[in-house]
């Protein structure tokens, strides 16, 4: 019985009562408190009865995500304002004013998995947008790309499915049918739109079909700053880069320990600070902290300052993490080490 409810009442909409129109909206109201960060949507096309362009997907009230098809090619679509800043893509995505395009050629009667996911800044005033696509064949996510919207900050609005084709004919151009409906909230919990008492799903977007080749060109672009002088951090060690500012005296840092540290965050790419402790040092257990943190801070002694560049992979591949940490982004951390707390 699982969906059977909506999907009836979807196939109703798109396919019975709207055959002769050109486009069809669900849209789901969202209370103010909920603070949606996330929209989650399954949608399989099972049929496509026209070569003219048709799409089908999700949107909120600035973005969109869409499955399209036009003559015999197809595509996966992220449409933003034109004002928008592109900040990230996945690999062979295509930039144009308003869009970024994906070739793909996606299967009717499979079931796909569109994500818009959003990081906000109300300080800057800004607010990034990611749209990703889930690839069950292949078992992994894919980013399309990821764009910056000024002037906005606020959390997702207007979630809703659609499709559009331009025509207008007796028989439906497309059937479609949509399964599971999420959003998730800031604190991280889930809510279903469909208000069913389902399992909450499973979104971890690190494990991306992009992930091996995305790893050989970061790597690529830290040896020729390197090669060119532009960074001091030459040393590798399992996947990151390491300088050794300061040599400590005290106890080698294991990933158990809990450590005591000042640090200064920056990215790779513009030199640009997204993170960094002030007066006080901040206290992490190492073990919960992103996997290039993990390899390098065992190189020091407490006493020790270090400068470690660290791929995405070993930090937040293609998450939208933060605001000022675009998806694929190479960070550089300087961390001084004041003290550790070994594991009771």
Not at 314 to 336: D, M
């Amino acid at each position: 019985m699982k969906n059977i409810l909506f999907t009836g009442l979807l196939l109703f909409s798109f396919i019975t009562n709207n055959a002769a129109d050109t486009d069809s909206t669900i849209s789901y109201n969202l209370p103010d408190t909920l603070k949606a960060i996330q929209f989650l949507a399954e949608i399989k096309i099972d049929a496509v009865n026209t070569k003219k362009e048709v799409a089908a997907g999700i949107k909120t009230d600035l973005v969109s995500l869409s499955i399209e098809s036009d003559k015999k090619e197809k595509e996966i679509t992220f449409t933003f304002p034109e004002s928008s800043k592109v900040m990230a893509t996945g690999l062979r995505v295509e930039t144009e004013e308003d869009e970024l395009e994906w070739k793909y050629d996606w299967k009717t009667g499979v079931t796909y998995k569109l994500l818009i996911s959003i990081a906000q800044d109300s300080a800057g005033n800004f607010v990034l947008y990611s749209g990703y696509m889930w690839l069950p064949i292949e078992t992994k996510w894919k980013l399309i790309g990821t764009c910056k919207i000024e002037g906005q900050w606020e959390s997702i609005k207007k979630p809703a499915l659609f499709y559009s084709t331009g025509l207008r004919k007796k028989e439906p151009v497309l059937k479609i049918q949509a399964g599971e409906v999420w959003v998730q909230r800031r604190n991280g919990s889930w809510k279903n739109l469909q208000d069913e008492n389902i399992k909450t799903p499973m979104v971890n977007v690190t494990s991306h079909v992009d992930s091996i080749v995305q790893q050989e060109e970061e790597l690529a672009i830290i040896r020729e700053a390197i090669a060119a002088g532009k960074t001091d951090a030459i040393n590798e060690h399992q996947g990151i880069y390491f300088v050794l500012l300061k040599e400590g005296t005290g106890r080698q840092v294991v990933v158990t320990d809990t450590v005591v540290i000042h640090y200064k965050g920056s990215l790779f790419s513009d030199g640009s600070v997204f993170d960094q402790t002030k007066d006080k040092p901040a206290t992490f257990p190492l073990s919960r902290l992103i996997k290039g943190w993990q390899i390098g801070l065992p190189l020091c002694k407490v006493g020790s300052k270090i400068k470690i560049v660290i791929p995405s992979a070993h930090a937040y591949s293609i998450r939208t993490r933060a605001s000022k940490i675009p998806p694929n982004s190479i960070l550089v951390f300087e961390i001084e080490v004041f003290d550790t707390k070994p594991v009771q």
